[in-house]
């Protein structure tokens, strides 16, 4: 079975750095995809980058960025030049296992920017 | 697009009520999921429906917990008797599977239920 692990419950960052949200899993299948989702205080769950594992490239979305690191079994999640409104909780994902489509989900990370 | 749907957004009951939530995927999405949130347990999938039948329903926790997808764009969750431990927020989610790259998981706003 999969496993996600996301080891920091929370983070603080200053308005305008960068921070690094951490996430390692475990997979035996030789094909797969990294998920981050955002959920605000509202409640919804936003999805904002996605990495394959054959993906040659480290994904990027505008201000979000995955480094990868296959050999680690790490897709941490980058994010720069934070914004208060970036405060809210972050969750890896990935599909539950070989050719599934549901995902399984880390325990999140509660990012705090302090302006 | 309206983005998925869920309803009601609050649901208060007591114990021993029977709750159903409801979800009204993207149209054209062929694939439906029920996720519950806790503090304790995090986000867990319940039920995962393609193309309204339910493929993988291995995270229902008992026999009170009862899904149904009759047609494309619409499902429902159902909680007979609901229990204080059920307490907490039920996401839909729908996505088109392509069967190459991301299937992206579109979430609904979520139900959030209080079982008193």
């Known amino acids: 079975a999969q496993k996600i692990t996301q080891t920091q419950p929370g983070m603080f960052v200053q308005e305008k750095e960068a921070v690094t949200l951490d996430c390692t899993y475990d997979t035996s299948d030789p094909s797969y995809g990294l998920f981050w989702y955002k959920q605000p205080s509202s409640g919804e769950m936003i999805f904002l980058i996605y990495?394959?594992?054959?993906?040659?490239q480290n994904a990027t979305e505008g201000r979000y960025s995955l480094n990868f690191q296959k050999a680690r079994k790490s897709a941490n999640l980058v994010i720069s030049a934070s914004q208060l409104g970036d405060s809210a909780m972050y969750f890896c994902?990935?599909?539950?296992?070989?050719?599934?489509?549901?995902?399984?989900f880390g325990k999140g990370t509660k990012l705090s920017v302090i302006p | 697009d309206a983005g998925v749907i869920q309803s009601p957004r609050h649901e208060v009951t007591e114990m021993g009520q029977e709750v159903t939530l409801r979800c009204k995927p993207i149209?054209?999405?062929?694939?439906l999921f029920w996720y519950r949130q806790t503090m304790m347990r995090g986000l867990e999938l319940l039920i995962y429906f393609n193309n309204n039948v339910p493929i993988d329903d291995s995270g229902m926790p008992e026999d009170r917990f009862s899904a149904k997808m009759p047609n494309a764009s619409f499902s429902t969750l159902k909680i007979q008797p609901s229990e204080p431990r059920d307490s907490a927020v039920y996401f839909c989610?729908?996505?088109?599977?392509?069967?190459?790259?991301?299937?992206?998981?579109?979430f609904g706003a979520g139900s959030r239920l209080t079982v008193l």
């Open positions: 989610a729908s996505t088109m599977i392509t069967g190459a790259g991301a299937n992206v998981l579109t």
């Open positions: 149209s054209g999405h062929d694939s």
């Open positions: 994902a990935m599909p539950s296992g070989a050719g599934s489509y549901q995902l399984t």
């Open positions: 990495q394959g594992s054959y993906d040659q």
